[in-house]
Structures are given as structure tokens and as C-alpha cells.
């Protein structure tokens, strides 16, 4: 058990829907970031959180937003969803920003039909 | 753009052996992280190892550790003493603590069969 915990586990929803994937870090971790797993992409970085402020952006559409709230959790909305958003979505903590190794959350399987 | 190549898709082991598993990146940065995570069929993402590059001992975690050549760039996973638990697919990532993103570039990973 990483300490990264993620709900919900599974996600069955329709396409043109909009989710909420919830993220709480490991006790005391400032950064927060979000992965795309996919079996055509691989793993993918999406986003950086870290202390509430978005610090990196990486291959996120724009249909996607997130945010970190000041007690660290974090969201990852997920809009007009297509077929291609079928994924697991990961999320990982770290303490800061510099040498710290990344704990990863069990991951949200998201399925759109 | 950083790049990280596993150049072996699957490979096997029989229990107890002990097996290499091969990573190579490309960077134009001297400062930077590396590590393995394994990933078993329960999807977790799991750390198994980092490697900082101005170290120049490989690390080491129980039975996995790595050899890390820094001029070839390339950072393999031994694992020793093969259990059926190592059985994931593991993956190969990179980390620079420049340029304002601390993300992780992974490889396509390689799945690792372990026989008994």
C-alpha cells in the first residue's frame, strides 16, 4: 500500500458524459500528478499539481481539467468523453519537487461506451 | 524531448534464476533520476528501485539492483533469486528536476514471465 489513495476504482459511464476522479496524496506530500495509462499510448503525464498550484501541464486535452485543494487532495475532471478516454488513470504523490521518487495511487479504470 | 526504450517486450525466467532487464534513454541533461517500477496484474504501480545519476554505485534493493551506465545511457534491472511473485510487467522511467516539471517519462515496458 502506497498511501495514494484513489476513487472511485471503477468508472462505467456513456459517451459525451463528464467524471470526477478523486486523488488524497500520501500523508504530508505536496505534488501531486496525474497519469494516463492506455494500451496504444503507454503511460502518459497529464498534469502537476504541487501546494495547490498548477506547476506542469503534459499531453492533458482540453476537455480535461484538474485541481489540487487546500487540503492536497485532488480532482481530475474528465468532459465530453469519447471512446479513447478508456483508460486507467493514475495518481502519484511526492514530498516536493526535487529528487523524491513518485508513489502511485491503485489507478481509477475508466470504461466509456 | 527525453526518451526511454525497453527494447525487450516480454522475457522469461525460471524460479530462482536471475534475470536482466534492459532500459536505455536519451537526454541532453547531466542531472537527472531513474527508475524501475513494476507493475503486477493488479494494475498497482509499484517502486522497485532509483538511481540517482551523479551516484556512481549502482543501487540495490534485496534482491533487485541495477547497473547503471551512465555514458551508454543505459540503466538495466537484475533480478536475482526470481520469485513467481516477480511476475509484472516492469517499467523503466526518468526524471529531470529541470525544467519546471518533475514528470516521469516511462518506457513501453517489459513483461516478465516468471516459470516455476
Known amino acids: 500500500d502506497s498511501g495514494v489513495t484513489q476513487t472511485p476504482k471503477h468508472l462505467i459511464t456513456a459517451t459525451g458524459q463528464r467524471v470526477t476522479l478523486r486523488c488524497s496524496p500520501r500523508?504530508?506530500?505536496?505534488?501531486v500528478y496525474w497519469y494516463q495509462q492506455s494500451l496504444d499510448q503507454g503511460l502518459q503525464f497529464l498534469i502537476q499539481?504541487?501546494?495547490?498550484?498548477?506547476?506542469a501541464k503534459g499531453n492533458i486535452l482540453e476537455r480535461f481539467s484538474a485541481q489540487q485543494f487546500p487540503d492536497l487532495h485532488s480532482e481530475l475532471n474528465l468532459s465530453s468523453l469519447e471512446l479513447g478516454d478508456s483508460a486507467l488513470y493514475f495518481c502519484?504523490?511526492?514530498?516536493?519537487?526535487?529528487?523524491?521518487?513518485?508513489?502511485f495511487g491503485p489507478g481509477t479504470r475508466l470504461l466509456v461506451l | 524531448a527525453q526518451t526511454v526504450t525497453q527494447s525487450q517486450p516480454e522475457m522469461s525466467v525460471q524460479e530462482a534464476e536471475t534475470v536482466t532487464l534492459s532500459c536505455t534513454y536519451d537526454?541532453?541533461?547531466?542531472?537527472?533520476?531513474l527508475f524501475w517500477y513494476k507493475q503486477p496484474p493488479s494494475r498497482q504501480m509499484i517502486l522497485v528501485i532509483r538511481?540517482?545519476?551523479?551516484?556512481?554505485q549502482n543501487a540495490t534493493e534485496n534482491r533487485f539492483s541495477v547497473n547503471f551506465q551512465k555514458a551508454a545511457k543505459s540503466f538495466s534491472l537484475k533480478i536475482s533469486d526470481s520469485q513467481l511473485g516477480d511476475a509484472a510487467m516492469y517499467f523503466c522511467?526518468?526524471?529531470?528536476?529541470?525544467?519546471?516539471?518533475?514528470?516521469?517519462?516511462f518506457g513501453k515496458g517489459t513483461k516478465l514471465t516468471v516459470n516455476p
Open positions: 522511467a526518468y526524471r529531470t528536476p529541470q525544467g519546471g516539471s518533475e514528470k516521469l517519462v
Open positions: 500523508s504530508g506530500d505536496l505534488s
Open positions: 538511481q540517482e545519476a551523479y551516484k556512481q
Open positions: 537526454t541532453s541533461e547531466s542531472d537527472y533520476y
Open positions: 499539481y504541487y501546494n495547490g498550484e498548477e506547476r
Open positions: 502519484a504523490s511526492s514530498p516536493g519537487l526535487a529528487q523524491w521518487a513518485q508513489y
